[in-house]
C-alpha cells in the first residue's frame, strides 16, 4: 500500500452501488408488514461517513425508509443506559440462535429468557426494561443524536400496519409475560416496539450512526459523547455475532464487519475507528436481509479491505 497516494473514495463508493446493481435481484420485498411493500423496489442507497469528516454518498441515499431492526441497537443503547446492565442482562442472553429473527421456537424449548437483543423476542424483552417514563419519546430523542438529523419521525402508515400484523410479536410477548421475563404490559410494549422500528431514516442517517458506534460513542464531528463506550463495545460485539440474524457467520466471513440489517432494506455498519456505512435497498433475501444492499457492502469490504481480520492496514482516502 501507498501511503501517498489516497485513493478517491466517493469512486470506490460509486463503484459498488453498479457492482450491486449488476447482480440480478431476485429478493422480495417485505410484505408480512403490508405497508413495506409500498416502497420503490428497484432502490438503492449507500452512504459513508468517513473519519476524515467527509461524507461519500451514491444512489437513492436520501430515500426515506423505516429502521425496522436496526433499532434494535438503540432500544439497547437505551436500555443499557438507563436500565444498567445487570437489569438488561438477566432479561435477554447474548448468545447466537441460528433460527429467524422472529422464530419463537427457543422460548419453550431452550430457555425462557431470549438467547439475545437482536431478535424480536430479544427486543421486545430489552423494550421491557428501559427506564425512561417514556420510551419512544426517548429513543428518537437518542435516534436523532446517533443519527444526526433533528427531524427523524416516526412513519404514521407504517406504526399502523406493524400493529394490524403484529400478532406473532404480541405471541412472543404474551409468552415472556407469563415466564416474568416482561414485567411491564403486554400491549403496552410491543406498541413501542412497533414505533421504534416504524421510525423513517435514511442512509446517510444510518451512516452517520455507523460513524458513532465506529468512534465508540463518539459524535466526531461535534466531538460530544453521546454513547458510553463501554455501551458501544457490546452492541458493536452483538453485531457481529448475531446483527444479520442466522446469516451473521456467513456475514463475518465474507465481510467482517459489525452490521446490523432491518426487513425496511437498510444495513447498518460500522468500521473501527475509520467508516460509518449504510446500504439500503428493499428487496430482501430469504433471511430478511437487503439484497443489492449485502453486495454493495461486501464490495465496500473488498476493496477497501474492511474485514475485521484483513490484517493489512485501510487504505487512505480522500
Ligand atoms: N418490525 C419487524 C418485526 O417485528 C422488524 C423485523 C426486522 O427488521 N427483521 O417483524
Request: with cysteine; charged share 25%; aromatic share 10%.
Amino acid at each position: 500500500m501507498n501511503k501517498s497516494s489516497p485513493k478517491d473514495l466517493q469512486k470506490v463508493v460509486e463503484q459498488s452501488l453498479q457492482y450491486a446493481k449488476s447482480f440480478e435481484n431476485n429478493g422480495k420485498v417485505a410484505d408480512y408488514i403490508p405497508e413495506l411493500a409500498n416502497v420503490d423496489q428497484d432502490a438503492l442507497g449507500i452512504a459513508v461517513v468517513a473519519n476524515n469528516k467527509k461524507i461519500y454518498t451514491a444512489g437513492d441515499c436520501q430515500k426515506l425508509f423505516t429502521i425496522q431492526s436496526i433499532a434494535k441497537t438503540i432500544s439497547l443503547i437505551l436500555a443499557l443506559q438507563t436500565a444498567g446492565k445487570e437489569k438488561v442482562f438477566s432479561k435477554v442472553w447474548v448468545e447466537p440462535t441460528g433460527d429467524p429473527f422472529n422464530s419463537i421456537v427457543k422460548l419453550e424449548t431452550k430457555t425462557h429468557i431470549p438467547l439475545n437483543p437482536m431478535i424480536n423476542a430479544g427486543a421486545i424483552a430489552v423494550v421491557g426494561v428501559i427506564d425512561t417514563q417514556f420510551p419512544f419519546a426517548s429513543f428518537l430523542e437518542l435516534t436523532r443524536k446517533l443519527c444526526n438529523r433533528d427531524d427523524i419521525y416516526l412513519s404514521e402508515k407504517v406504526y399502523l400496519s406493524e400493529r394490524i400484523s403484529g400478532n406473532r410479536n404480541r405471541a412472543m410477548a404474551y409468552l415472556l409475560k407469563s415466564e416474568g421475563v416482561l414485567e411491564k404490559d403486554v400491549e403496552e410494549t410491543v406498541d413501542i416496539y412497533f414505533k421504534m422500528c416504524s421510525v423513517e431514516v435514511n442512509a446517510i442517517d444510518l451512516a452517520y450512526f455507523g460513524s458513532v458506534l465506529a468512534n465508540d460513542g463518539v459524535n466526531i464531528f461535534t466531538g460530544e459523547r453521546i454513547v458510553e463506550d463501554w455501551i458501544v463495545t457490546i452492541v458493536k460485539t452483538l453485531m457481529v455475532t448475531c446483527g444479520m440474524y442466522d446469516g451473521s457467520g456467513e456475514f463475518a466471513i465474507n465481510v467482517g464487519i459489525p452490521a446490523k440489517s432491518g426487513v425496511g432494506g437498510g444495513i447498518l455498519c460500522a468500521v473501527e475507528e475509520n467508516f460509518g456505512i449504510c446500504a439500503y435497498s428493499p428487496k430482501l433475501d430469504d433471511k430478511g436481509s437487503s439484497v443489492w444492499g449485502l453486495k454493495a457492502i461486501e464490495y465496500l469490504s473488498k476493496e477497501m479491505k474492511l474485514h475485521f481480520f484483513a490484517g493489512s492496514e485501510i487504505n487512505e482516502y480522500y
